[in-house]
Structure formats: C-alpha cells, structure tokens
C-alpha cells in the first residue's frame, strides 16, 4: 500500500519516469474516450450528437484562448522556477492566477452566453431553428463545466510544477468516466442532456481528483486578484499560445459550418474519425517529442550533434507510426465497426466515417512530425516560427476546405482532406526552415523514411488482400463468378472465408490481418536495413533503456484528452 501512496505522492524525477507516467495514462485517457464515443453512439443517433459536438464550440473558444493557452505555455514554466525558490509564493501566484482567471473567463461566458443564438445561427448553417436553439441549450450549460476547468487547470499546473505527473494525467481518465455515467444512467429522462450533465460531472471529478493530491503537496488557497509580477509574466508569455489557439479555434468553427452544410451527421462523422486517428499521434508522436526536447535543448549549442539526434527521432517516428497509418487505410471500416459499430449508428455511417477515418491517415505522419519539429524549434529557443507556420497552416486548412466543400461539393472527407493539407503545410514548411537553419538550405536525409512508407506500401497490399479474400461478403458480391471457370468449379469458398457480420469473426479477421500486415512491414524493413528496426532490436535485447539526464520537463494533457 505504501507502494501505491508513493506512485501518486512522490514526484517523478526523472524524464523516463515523467515521460513513461504520461504515456501509460494518454494511452488510457485515449481508449476511455473511444469508450465514451461508443457509448454515445449506442444511445443516441449519430444526427443528434452533431448537435452535441456543436455545443462545444463556443465554450471551448473562451476556454483555449483564455485558460488553456495561459496555463499550458505560461503558468506551469513560471510556476516551476517559482516553485524551486519559495513554495509558499508560488502558491499564492497560483490562487491569483486561479481567481483572475475565473472573474475574466466570468464575464466573457456571461457576454457569450447572451449572443450564443446568433452565433450558433450564423456559423451553423445547415441546421434547423430547433436545433439551434437546442445546441443554444446545451452550449449555455457547458460554461459551467468550462469554469470549473479554469479551477482544475490550475491545480494540474500546480502538481506537474512539483513534478507530480500521475493524477493530472489521471484526470481526464474521471472526466470521461463522468460523461460515460450520466449518459448510461441519465439519458432515459435527460435525452441528450444527459451527456451534458456528464460533462459537468466529468469536470467535477477532474477537479476532485486533483484537489486533495495538491493540497498535500502544500497547496493552500488564498483570495487575492492583484496581479503581481509573476502573474504579469504569465500572461504576457501566454499571448502567442493564445493567438495560436485562437486560430486553430476559428478553423474548428469553418469546419462545423461546412459540416453543417454536408448534412445533419458529418459533423459527428468527422469528429469519430477525429477521435480515432488522434490516438497514434499522441501516443507516438507527443510522446516521442516530449522525450526528445530535453536532449535537443541541451544539444542546442552542438548543431551536428543537434541534426544527428533529432534526425534519429525523426526517423524513428516514422517507422512506428506508418503501421497505424496503413491500418487506418486499409481496415478503415473493420476499425469503425469494431469502435462504433452499434445497433444505431448504421451501415452508411460506418462507411462515410471509414472514409473520412483513411484521409484523416494520410496527415497522420505530418501531424506527429509537427509535433516533433517544434519541439526542436522550442529547443533551438525560437518559439515564434512554429506559432506562425501554425498560423498559416490553419489559414490553408479554411481555405482549402471552403474550395472542396463549398466550391467542389465534396461530402465530409473534404473536410479530413483540408485538415491532412493543413497538417502537411505545417511539417513540411518546418522541415524547410529548420534544415535552412542547420543545412544551409540543403534538405535532410529523407532515405530513412522513404524506406519506412515504401515497406507500409508493401504492408497495406498484403493487408488489402488478406481482408479481402477471407471475407464472405466480398466472395459472395464481388467473387462468386470464380466458380463459373472450369478449373474452380468445386471451389467451396464457404470453407475458408470469415462471415463478418459477427463481431468476433471481425475481430479475428482484422487481427490476423493487423499480425500479418505488422510482419511483413518489419520484415521489408529487416530487407532494407532499416537502422531504426535494428536500433530497436538492440533495445529489445538490452532489455532496458539508456539511463536520461535528472532532468523535468512539464507536460500537460491537451485538451484533446478532455474536452467533448
């Protein structure tokens, strides 16, 4: 039992327990929040949780800006200097912090709260009056779950300051699990609302988990709203984060607009999808980058030494993530069944989110090397380039989708393939810059990955195949007439094919697909002489890793792992 106390009271660290911590829980805050997904789409038709979707947006537009870009890129630097010179004041900071930022995000939920019907009105088109005023409903009620996270934030801030990782990673973990129960035991009497009412409960619980862990590390509140130093510092470092965030926002509201216009359940479509590809580019890429900027940021100085290890990182990256990509291409459907497949949410649905699921796959490798790229911009302590080639990337992302939704009629995958173009931009544009700032212009070695995407090409074939030459339904549509040729006369197809009507002969199916497809992807690469197969063949059997520097970086769930 004492065991157990001191994972959740002791801090962490180091970078490899801090970085093994937050990888554990974005795994689980990630599965939890496909459950919740599922669980929606069993209780509620996939043109009804548009309209939840939708709710989120203008609470989530004063909450990024406000709160989540301050305590993410400002609080926690300055609390943890803060921290190591004099506890007591950091606390008194963090109270501050805590109380002006719950009077502001105060008064700017109340002004949005009252022009929250034209708002909705004006950037959701597509939908009724009725709808309107039910998303209008429904968004009003999130403000109080957004306040609350304002309290919350503070306190992950506060432990991950002490290098206490766990509960704040832990947190959105509750959240889901609020959402989870009041649909389960709520929705006969609520309706929708009861996913609402979840929502607040989540929050509660994100806070209640944090409180008493932060109050033992010495947290004591105090009511005080003058901004001193330290607090002036905070927000004058949040403004970039902020002004990122508030893009990034706009381009979430093109996107329900334009959904809004494809039809009544795009915009629930698109969001699975959103969901479901997210998974590999934070366990894969924020992981990976977050380990990595310690390293780089002491290596700065070194520029060789700099390129040499964030081109390993780079590659390494590639290699791991291109088999989530192929699965997402080729069992796009398999994997939609098998993480919304209910009574409610139908054929159509399935197919139209396996569509946009695959196109969602082709940003997949530039969201992730995003990530990594301004990290070591961050490292290389320019923080301005990334900021603004986000910007610009989110300008190409409006862009692009207004041309194909509006301009080309395409249907909600138009939305994903304007999103992959904008995550594109982004790592390839920083790619540029950053071998112009170590190269001199001269483009980085790109054979490692080319080897790494030529063996998923490989990979997705077999897979392609496999999935469907074992499939019942594919011989009985679409290959039957093999038994019109002479030699294949007495060929009983029913003896070797999989129905996958049942959801376990799915699930062997897409497994035995996954395994073979993983295999041959490794074994292209053994052909190729992948040096990253090979570098993690030695760690295999070293069986442990290189011991990292006594170093902490901060590292705070995003709120991909908490909002809707």
């Keep these: 039992m004492r065991k157990i106390k001191d994972i959740f009271v002791k801090p962490q660290n180091s970078i490899l327990s801090a970085a093994s911590v937050i990888m554990v829980m974005i795994v689980a805050a990630r599965i939890i929040g496909l459950v919740k997904l599922r669980v929606l789409a069993s209780f509620f038709l996939d043109e009804e949780l548009s309209l939840y979707f939708a709710a989120f947006r203008l609470p989530d537009l004063i909450f990024e800006v406000m709160t989540f870009g301050t305590l993410s890129s400002a609080f926690i630097p300055v609390m943890s200097r803060l921290y190591k010179r004099d506890r007591a004041r950091a606390y008194v900071v963090a109270s501050r912090v805590m109380n002006l930022g719950l009077v502001i995000f105060s008064v700017f939920a109340l002004v949005l709260i009252f022009i929250a019907e034209p708002f909705y009105s004006l950037t959701a088109p597509g939908f009724e009056p009725d709808q309107v005023r039910q998303i209008v409903g429904m968004s009003r009620l999130l403000f109080v779950a957004q306040g609350i996270f304002v309290v919350s934030y503070v306190f992950t801030g506060t432990l991950e300051s002490s290098r206490r990782f766990l509960v704040p990673a832990l947190a959105p973990v509750f959240y889901n699990a609020g959402i989870i129960s009041g649909v389960i035991f709520l929705h006969d009497s609520l309706g929708l609302t009861s996913a609402i009412v979840g929502v607040i409960a989540g929050a509660l619980l994100h806070l209640a988990v944090q409180l008493p862990f932060a109050m033992r590390t010495g947290f004591r509140y105090s009511l005080s709203l003058r901004a001193g130093p330290e607090v002036k510092k905070i927000a004058r470092l949040a403004v970039p984060r902020s002004i990122e965030l508030g893009f990034l926002q706009i381009g979430k509201i093109v996107e329900l607009s334009l959904a809004s216009i494809i039809s009544l359940s795009a915009y629930t479509h698109y969001n699975f999808a959103l969901s479901a590809q997210a998974f590999p580019v934070g366990f894969i890429g924020t992981s990976l980058a977050k380990a990595a900027l310690p390293t780089l940021a002491s290596q700065a100085e070194d520029e060789e030494v700099f390129k040499k290890t964030f081109l390993k990182t780079l590659y390494l990256l590639v290699f791991l993530i291109m088999p989530f990509v192929t699965v997402m291409v080729v069992l796009r459907i398999p994997v939609v069944r098998l993480l919304f497949g209910t009574d ?53 992302t409006i862009a692009v989708g207004l041309f194909l939704v509006l301009g080309l009629d395409l249907p909600t995958w138009g939305l994903a393939t304007a999103y992959a173009s904008g995550m594109a931009f982004q790592a390839v544009t920083l790619f540029y810059l950053l071998s112009k700032r170590l190269s001199g212009g001269t483009f980085f070695a790109v054979i490692p990955i080319a080897k790494s995407v030529f063996a ?24 039957s007439f093999l038994t019109d040729i002479e030699v294949l006369a007495d060929l009983n197809f029913q003896s070797f094919v999989i129905d996958t009507r049942f959801t376990v002969n ?48 901060t590292v705070a769930p995003t709120t991909s792992d908490v909002q809707t």
Excluded at 513 to 522: K, S
């Design 344 to 396: 409610i949410f139908d054929w159509p649905s399935t197919v139209q989110t396996g569509l946009v699921l695959s196109t969602f796959a082709a940003g997949v490798p530039f969201q992730a090397a995003a990530i990594l790229l301004s990290r070591a911009f961050y490292a290389l302590h320019n923080t301005k380039t990334p900021v603004m080639v986000s910007l610009y990337g989110t300008a190409l």
């Design 506 to 553: 799915l699930i062997i199916l897409t497994g035995i697909t996954t395994a073979i497809g993983i295999f041959v992807y490794l074994v292209v690469n053994f052909i190729l002489r992948s040096a990253e197969l090979a570098s993690l063949v030695s760690v295999a059997r070293r069986r442990g890793f290189t011991s990292l520097p006594e170093e902490t970086e």
């Design 456 to 479: 998923s090409l490989v990979s997705g074939g077999v897979m392609f195949f496999i999935l469907k030459f074992f499939d019942r339904e594919v011989w009985v549509r679409r290959l």
